[in-house]
């Protein structure tokens, strides 16, 4: 490919962080020509000739053949994406949200264009998941994906598991030291879990599950009393993203909730904002991919490669994608512990079986199996006053 003229949406950390790695490399052959920002008064590391609030003066340089897209708008990203591409111009994202709302969409604007986009960066930052899946996992036939792919739940979970913190105090903490946003919902709640996991299922099988279909349960309802339950039972607690398929059906359950970890796990020793993922195959068994999955550097990591694969003319196959329809959260069990405060609710009609009833004046939990079916219903996952924790 020709020289990559860059240019860049959005000048945060990540962006500026880019901006200077490129400027230091000159063997990547790279440079940003124009960058789009929405406030040009607030002062900015960089000359102030490359900054521009108007989207065309990227959108419509034909000089400029890569866009680079790292604003949070869902939307305006969406916009920004749909243009360059028909354009004719390569896309690196970084957002995932985007991405999972409009993948099947975005992949064919790309193929009827003839050009790239990548989003390693809107998955597990540093950790080449999406990459591995293409290249390496390509024709194996996978049986699951799954792990810690948010940061900042799991800074807070390592805080409360093991500094025996209440959900706040290690929130508050998340954000002293700059894991969680002002407003964390869209991590706590497992919003940006349930993105990410809907981009790793189609590479990783082929099918395209809609957000509102994954199985979600966030943090926020859980309490110091689970974290003791999990300590005596030889667990600790992380919020797991995971596809798997049921080998009987086809069918594949995909899920988001937090879930009891055995200590001698691999999974359980990713701590702090770090993320962990295993791909399970039915042909090299169990492989696992750790590295940090948020913040400045990680995040940029992901991006320069992407925009170094473009010099090769990278761009996704996504050989398994032969028909995106699939079969999701439609049957089945899982063993589960419902935790609660109430020690008069009567919780027993939620499942199938039950095996251990506990009930104390401040807290109270049931282990059973419960039905997929059942577990959907939205008044009992996304009840707040509800513990729910899945058993590996």
């Known amino acids: 490919m020709q020289k990559l003229n860059i240019g ?29 920002i929405k406030d040009p008064n607030k002062p900015r590391n960089a000359p102030s000739e490359l900054f521009s609030t108007n989207a065309d003066d990227i959108l419509n340089d034909e000089e400029i053949n890569v866009v680079v897209e790292l604003i949070s708008d869902a939307d305006a990203a969406y916009d920004i994406i749909k243009k360059a591409f028909n354009n004719k111009k390569h896309v690196v994202s970084a957002n ?13 604007l ?26 390496y996992f390509d024709n194996d036939l996978l049986n699951y994906v799954s792990g810690i792919v948010n940061g900042t739940t799991n800074y807070i979970l390592t805080k409360m598991a093991n500094e025996n913190e209440s959900y706040q105090s290690a929130l508050q903490a998340a ?31 082929g099918k395209k599950i809609e957000t509102d279909e994954i199985i979600r349960k966030g ?7 689970d974290f003791k339950y999990a300590k005596e ?17 086809g069918e594949i359950s995909s899920t ?3 879930t009891f970890v055995n200590l001698d796990k691999t999974i359980a020793l990713v701590n702090n904002e770090y993320n962990g993922v295993l791909i399970g195959s039915s042909l090299s068994d169990e492989q696992f991919l750790y590295g940090k999955g948020a913040g400045r550097f990680p995040t940029s990591s992901a991006v320069l490669s992407d925009i170094s694969a473009l010099k090769y003319d990278y761009k996704y196959s996504i050989r398994k994608l032969v028909n995106t329809a699939g079969v999701f959260n439609k049957t089945g069990k899982i063993r589960l512990y419902i935790g609660f405060e109430n020690q008069d609710n009567d919780l027993t009609n939620i499942f199938e079986e039950v095996e251990e009833i506990f009930k104390s004046k401040n807290h109270s939990y049931i282990v059973g199996t419960v039905s997929i079916e059942k577990l959907k219903q939205k008044e009992i996952l996304q009840n707040p006053n509800l513990s729910i924790i899945a058993f590996d």
Do not use: M, W
Request: hydrophobic content about 45%; aromatic content about 8%.
């Open 8 to 36: 860049l949406f959005g000048f945060g950390v990540v962006g500026e962080g880019i901006y200077k790695v490129l400027a230091e490399k000159p063997q990547l052959n790279a440079s940003i020509k124009k960058i789009v």
């Open 96 to 108: 995932k949200k985007l991405i999972a709302d409009n993948h099947e969409e975005l992949l064919k």
């Open 110 to 135: 790309q193929n009827d264009n003839n050009v790239s986009f990548l989003y390693e960066a809107s998955v597990c930052g540093s950790v080449p998941i999406i990459r591995n899946l293409e290249e």
């Open 175 to 205: 954000q002293e030291n700059g894991f969680a946003e002002a407003d964390p919902t869209a991590d706590v709640e497992g919003f940006d879990a349930v993105s990410k996991l809907s981009i790793i299922t189609l590479h990783a099988f």
């Open 219 to 225: 943090i926020t309802s859980l309490k110091v009393d």
């Open 233 to 249: 039972k030889g667990f600790t607690i992380k919020l797991i993203a995971n596809s798997k398929v049921i080998q009987d059906t």
């Open 256 to 258: 988001v909730l937090p």
